[in-house]
């Protein structure tokens, strides 16, 4: 997969996105698929017994891409699938909105689903991508990983 290919599959971005285009890129893929499994990631209003105004997300930048494209590469090697999409937005984002995508393209959905529950938990705990929530006391840097 060549660079312009891969930055389709693996982006970080302030904008949202469209599931149903992604889902589309993942299962244009190859006519090989047979299931996709997608996770979307949203702001919720509430977390913690606290409101939720909005939330904001940061970065390192490089370093965040670099592991999406790991956790990317790793779950086609691990698990019997044919192509992976992963997004994440950064910066402020209203509460309703689109926050992360997972799609995850196999010839089967038991391969999908263990595939797509992996690359979140992998995002969570290896990306550095920071989570702000704001909160009608004020702002709150939430302490585990989005």
């Known amino acids: 997969m060549d660079t ?4 389709e599959r693996i982006r970080i971005q302030t904008e949202d996105f469209s599931v149903e285009a992604e889902t589309n890129k993942v299962k244009n893929s190859s006519k090989r698929i ?3 499994v997608t996770f979307l990631g949203t702001a919720r209003d509430f977390s913690k017994g606290r409101d939720i105004n909005k939330i904001d997300f940061e ?6 891409q670099k592991r ?28 309703g909105d689109n926050i992360v995508l997972i799609v995850v393209g196999a010839e089967h959905r038991k ?3 263990r ?4 690359c979140i938990d992998e995002l ?3 990306t550095p991508i920071w989570k702000k929530e704001t909160t009608p006391q004020g702002e709150v840097w939430v302490e585990e990983h989005p």
């Open 34 to 36: 047979g299931g996709i």
């Open 124 to 126: 969570k705990r290896i």
């Open 111 to 113: 391969d999908a689903f």
């Open 68 to 95: 999406l494209a790991e956790i990317r590469e790793q779950a086609l090697k691990d698990y019997d699938i044919i192509e992976v999409s992963i997004i994440h937005r950064v910066g402020e984002i209203p509460v």
């Open 115 to 118: 595939a797509c529950s992996w």
């Open 59 to 64: 970065h390192y930048p490089g370093m965040a």
């Open 4 to 7: 312009k290919q891969l930055s």
